[in-house]
């Protein structure tokens, strides 16, 4: 079985969050555990790196664009463990960052139908093509469209996967015709509260669904989190299925990782302690090794709970924490980390701006708590990284946060990290201080480190669902 994989990110090469963790891991992890033909198709953007590129396959791709023919060329990359084609048009590519132009429906309309023309160069067509969030609703349209006419790609089905239901790629409805999608069902598909919208096309017109975590597959089909779309999702929850990611444990594994200080594992601890004063000396703060470090990384929009940090900052403080943040997104959350680095420069540590992989590792092995109160949650990664690295995270009860972490039991001794459920800067406090007890008592904070370190959260089993799931999508 052929499975092309359509991405807008994948790391080595671009990443902004965790559908580039995914979208490389998830190829590599498919074919170690069956032998399903799994390729990754993604744009090559000005910030990938050259390097990783092996050769070029094709300087003369043909794509029919708005009523011509535009030509684009075609690298190939073995840095993952899977074959990656990348799709140069530097008019669409070549810009400092992957998302954000006014243009977005356009590039990645493009790169959708580069990616589908790629197919034909490359031989036999794909059983499936997966594709990811909005920018593959194009993708998924075209083919729903060529099944009728297209002998090449009548037999091809689509899997759409959600990683996050807010990005919808909405755009101007009189663009469809220039993109190609000027009648009929597919035409319609786009239409969504008087703008055009990628996601609801991908969601539409998808042979099958999935999303990221078995709990955030329930909780698109609610009003609260469906974001206008839960009614398209409970009319196709029989399509819809919730498989959680894994972790890259080549990529994340404290025993073996290359950007930090000292190495460590569920058996031998003493590296972590390296690790920690590594950071502090790297953040400029007093190495005070007995003061707990709380952590975060994330993308610095809502959906993460900021405005729950911003309100609980000063008693978190108050604990005699310390607070590291490395962040990257709106400018009212980079000015409140501001404020409270100059309010408090003996205690907080900050990173404003996207950070690459070296300083998200070395924050995730020296730090104590890991903080992740987010308002919805698809799946998150950190939570589990985190959990590998011996940093116990606290979170709140939603979406893949709630599948994955488990609320510590003491007189049991079990559970991983501590969770809240009202979204209150309260609950995160209650949280926090519960943490910050069980720290002060080393053998039951080992514990907790333990229960986290030693959970399997590979992408053994999540990589055979998708197995069984493409064989399913196949027969469709
Ligand atoms: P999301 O996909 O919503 O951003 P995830 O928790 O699934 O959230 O994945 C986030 C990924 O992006 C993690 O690998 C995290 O380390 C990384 N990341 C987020 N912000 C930054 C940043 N500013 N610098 C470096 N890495 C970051």
């Given at each position: 079985?052929?499975?092309?994989?359509?991405t807008?990110?994948a790391v080595?090469?671009?990443?902004?969050g965790?559908?580039?963790d995914v979208?490389s891991a998830?190829?590599?992890?498919?074919r170690?555990?069956?032998?399903?033909?799994?390729?990754l198709?993604?744009?090559?953007?000005?910030q990938?790196?050259?390097?990783?590129?092996r050769?070029?396959l094709?300087?003369?791709?043909?794509?029919?664009w708005?009523?011509?023919?535009?030509?684009?060329?075609?690298?190939?990359?073995?840095?993952?463990?899977?074959?990656?084609?990348?799709?140069?048009?530097?008019?669409?590519?070549?810009?400092?960052s992957?998302?954000?132009?006014?243009d977005?429906?356009e590039?990645f309309?493009f790169?959708c139908?580069?990616?589908?023309?790629?197919?034909?160069r490359?031989?036999?067509?794909?059983?499936?093509?997966?594709?990811n969030?909005?920018p593959?609703?194009?993708?998924a349209a075209?083919?729903?469209?060529?099944?009728s006419?297209?002998d090449y790609?009548?037999?091809t089905?689509t899997?759409?996967?959600?990683h996050?239901?807010?990005?919808?790629?909405?755009f101007?409805p009189?663009?469809?015709?220039?993109?190609g999608f000027?009648?009929?069902?597919?035409?319609?598909?786009?239409?969504?509260?008087g703008?055009?919208?990628?996601?609801?096309?991908?969601?539409?017109?998808?042979?099958a669904?999935?999303t990221?975590?078995?709990?955030?597959?329930?909780e698109i089909?609610?009003?609260?989190?469906?974001?206008?779309?839960?009614?398209?999702l409970r009319?196709?929850?029989?399509?819809?299925i919730?498989?959680t990611?894994?972790?890259?444990?080549?990529?994340?594994?404290p025993?073996t990782?290359?950007?930090?200080?000292a190495?460590?594992?569920?058996?031998?601890?003493?590296?972590?302690l390296?690790?920690?004063?590594?950071?502090?000396?790297?953040?400029?703060?007093?190495?005070?090794?007995?003061?707990?470090?709380i952590?975060i990384?994330s993308?610095?929009?809502a959906?993460?709970?900021?405005?729950l940090?911003?309100q609980?900052?000063?008693?978190?403080?108050?604990t005699?924490?310390?607070?590291?943040?490395?962040?990257?997104?709106?400018?009212?959350?980079e000015d409140?980390?501001?404020?409270?680095?100059?309010?408090?420069?003996?205690?907080?540590?900050i990173?404003k701006g996207?950070?690459g992989?070296?300083?998200a590792?070395q924050?995730?092995?020296?730090?104590?708590?890991?903080?992740m109160?987010?308002?919805y949650?698809?799946c998150?990664?950190?939570q589990?990284?985190?959990?590998?690295?011996?940093?116990?995270?606290?979170?709140?009860?939603?979406?893949?946060?709630?599948?994955?972490?488990?609320?510590f039991?003491?007189?049991?001794?079990t559970?991983?990290?501590?969770?809240?459920?009202?979204?209150?800067?309260?609950?995160?406090?209650?949280?926090?201080?519960e943490?910050?007890?069980c720290?002060?008592?080393?053998?039951?904070?080992?514990?907790?480190?333990?229960?986290?370190?030693?959970?399997?959260n590979?992408?053994?089993?999540?990589?055979?669902?998708?197995?069984?799931?493409?064989?399913?999508?196949a027969?469709?």
């Amino acid at each position: 079985m052929r499975v092309t994989i359509l991405t807008s990110e994948a790391v080595p090469f671009a990443k902004t969050g965790g559908l580039g963790d995914v979208a490389s891991a998830l190829p590599k992890a498919i074919r170690a555990v069956s032998d399903v033909d799994a390729s990754l198709v993604l744009p090559l953007y000005e910030q990938t790196n050259r390097a990783l590129l092996r050769e070029q396959l094709f300087d003369n791709l043909e794509v029919e664009w708005a009523g011509d023919i535009r030509r684009a060329a075609v690298w190939y990359s073995e840095a993952t463990a899977a074959p990656t084609f990348l799709i140069d048009a530097p008019e669409y590519f070549a810009r400092a960052s992957v998302y954000g132009f006014r243009d977005d429906h356009e590039r990645f309309a493009f790169f959708c139908r580069a990616a589908l023309a790629l197919q034909r160069r490359l031989g036999p067509p794909p059983d499936v093509v997966h594709v990811n969030d909005w920018p593959g609703g194009f993708a998924a349209a075209e083919l729903r469209a060529r099944r009728s006419f297209d002998d090449y790609y009548a037999h091809t089905r689509t899997l759409f996967s959600i990683h996050n239901l807010a990005y919808q790629g909405a755009f101007d409805p009189a663009s469809l015709a220039r993109l190609g999608f000027a009648y009929g069902e597919v035409h319609d598909a786009f239409l969504f509260e008087g703008a055009a919208s990628a996601l609801k096309a991908g969601l539409m017109l998808s042979d099958a669904l999935s999303t990221v975590s078995r709990r955030y597959s329930y909780e698109i089909q609610t009003p609260q989190q469906g974001y206008g779309l839960d009614w398209l999702l409970r009319m196709r929850r029989d399509r819809l299925i919730g498989v959680t990611n894994g972790v890259d444990y080549d990529v994340w594994n404290p025993a073996t990782d290359p950007h930090i200080a000292a190495h460590f594992s569920a058996d031998d601890l003493a590296g972590k302690l390296e690790c920690k004063r590594d950071l502090l000396r790297r953040f400029s703060l007093p190495e005070d090794l007995d003061r707990p470090i709380i952590a975060i990384i994330s993308r610095l929009v809502a959906q993460k709970g900021y405005d729950l940090i911003q309100q609980a900052a000063g008693r978190m403080l108050e604990t005699g924490a310390f607070f590291i943040a490395l962040g990257a997104g709106a400018r009212e959350y980079e000015d409140f980390l501001q404020v409270l680095r100059d309010h408090a420069p003996h205690r907080v540590g900050i990173y404003k701006g996207y950070a690459g992989e070296p300083l998200a590792h070395q924050i995730e092995a020296g730090a104590d708590i890991f903080l992740m109160p987010s308002l919805y949650e698809p799946c998150g990664l950190n939570q589990m990284y985190s959990m590998r690295y011996g940093t116990v995270p606290v979170v709140r009860a939603t979406g893949g946060l709630d599948d994955t972490v488990e609320n510590f039991d003491r007189a049991r001794g079990t559970g991983n990290g501590f969770k809240f459920q009202a979204y209150t800067a309260d609950a995160l406090l209650g949280s926090i201080y519960e943490a910050l007890y069980c720290y002060a008592e080393p053998e039951v904070w080992r514990a907790i480190q333990l229960n986290g370190m030693r959970a399997d959260n590979s992408w053994q089993a999540a990589a055979r669902k998708y197995v069984e799931l493409y064989r399913a999508v196949a027969q469709m």
